[in-house]
């Protein structure tokens, strides 16, 4: 449903590119959920955006790579352009609700406004299905909410209405962008769910994006794990968390608190993410990386198969089952 070979993201004039992504590969099957994890600033929005169509002009821009959208290339294509051409069944979450609904306009008309581009209805038909989106995404009292501002809905309710909203395309890729940050576990709970639902009655492909390891525990099927725009370790949700093949995988997980462990001290990840253009060689993880070798910092790097299906760009990666 969604293939990305090689995309690379840069900055800055053709003479000095500055890459934010560089070299990212990875494809996404019907109904299957791929988790993009890494740290704030990893690359994993700007490679969203790009996947979109949507890099701000002028700013990024993506200088090689290719991105599939159910086996058609769309990489120079506009989303306008995607949408004549028949490849605009694509949706996006954005993090924060409240930034991506319009203030002043009632939910049934910002549905209603997908759902006339999308479907061509108008009227009480569009209206008709508006409300049929609000339920699809369990909206209590969809028919008396229609009427609402975003204000006038909570979090969790509005998060639900930017489902809906993505919906009204009938997407086959979804891509949510951190959608659950701003609510509380609860509620967060329950988004996952509803989004891992669709996902299975709709056969639909998504591609999530996150920080949190317990979000993916939850959610997904496989999990690609991105510092310094590189993906630095891929392999089935399982996989990942039984034998973390690459020693930044394994200080995010020994980061997470364990249930049972009150004692045990939470283990930090020394120093900070490198900024853009700022490793010219090696491992842009050499500096925070306990395992370091002086050939990790002067050697191209080159991606280790552990097993079918899980890699590690990694000269060291360990291969042992995790504690």
């Known amino acids: 449903m969604l293939g990305v070979k090689d995309l690379t993201v840069a900055v800055g004039p053709d003479s000095n590119p500055v890459e934010i992504v560089s070299s990212v590969s990875f494809a996404i099957g019907k109904g299957e959920v791929l988790g993009l994890v890494g740290e704030s600033g990893c690359g994993k929005s700007m490679t969203s955006l790009a996947i979109m169509g949507l890099l701000p002009d002028p700013g990024p821009r993506v200088r090689s790579g290719r991105i599939e959208l159910d086996g058609a ?5 506009a989303p306008w352009q995607r949408v004549e051409a028949g490849h605009g069944n694509i949706a996006m979450i954005f993090q924060e609700p409240m930034t991506s609904l319009n203030p002043v306009l009632r939910i049934d008309e910002q549905i209603a406004e997908a759902v006339r581009v999308h479907d061509g209805l108008s009227g009480a038909a569009a209206r008709a299905r508006a409300c ?8 209590p009292d969809a028919a008396l909410q229609m009427g609402a501002y975003p204000h006038q809905l909570s979090g969790g309710m509005r998060q639900r209405v930017m489902i809906a909203i993505a919906l009204a395309c009938r997407p086959h890729i979804l891509i949510a962008d951190e959608p659950t940050t701003a609510l ?3 509620v967060q709970f329950q988004i996952l769910g509803l989004l891992r639902e669709l996902c299975d009655r709709l056969d639909m492909a998504m591609l999530f994006i996150t920080h949190d390891l317990g979000v993916v525990a939850q959610l997904v099927d496989r999990v690609a794990v991105m510092y310094a725009g590189r993906l630095v370790e891929t392999a089935a949700v399982e996989t990942l968390f039984d034998n973390p093949a690459h020693p930044y995988t394994s200080g995010l ?8 462990h009150r004692t045990r001290r939470l283990t930090t990840i020394p120093g900070q993410a490198p900024q853009p253009g700022s490793i010219s060689s090696g491992c842009a993880f050499a500096p925070r990386c306990p395992d370091v070798r002086d050939i990790c910092r002067v050697d191209p790097l080159a991606r280790a198969t552990i097993t079918e299906g899980h890699e ?7 291969t042992g ?3």
């Open 321 to 323: 089952s995790a504690a």
């Open 184 to 186: 509380d576990v609860t």
């Open 312 to 318: 590690a760009l990694c000269k060291f990666p360990v």
């Open 132 to 139: 049929e989106l609000l339920e699809m995404v369990r909206i």
């Open 253 to 260: 997980m020994a980061c997470m608190p364990a249930p049972g």
């Open 73 to 77: 290339d769309v990489t120079n294509l």
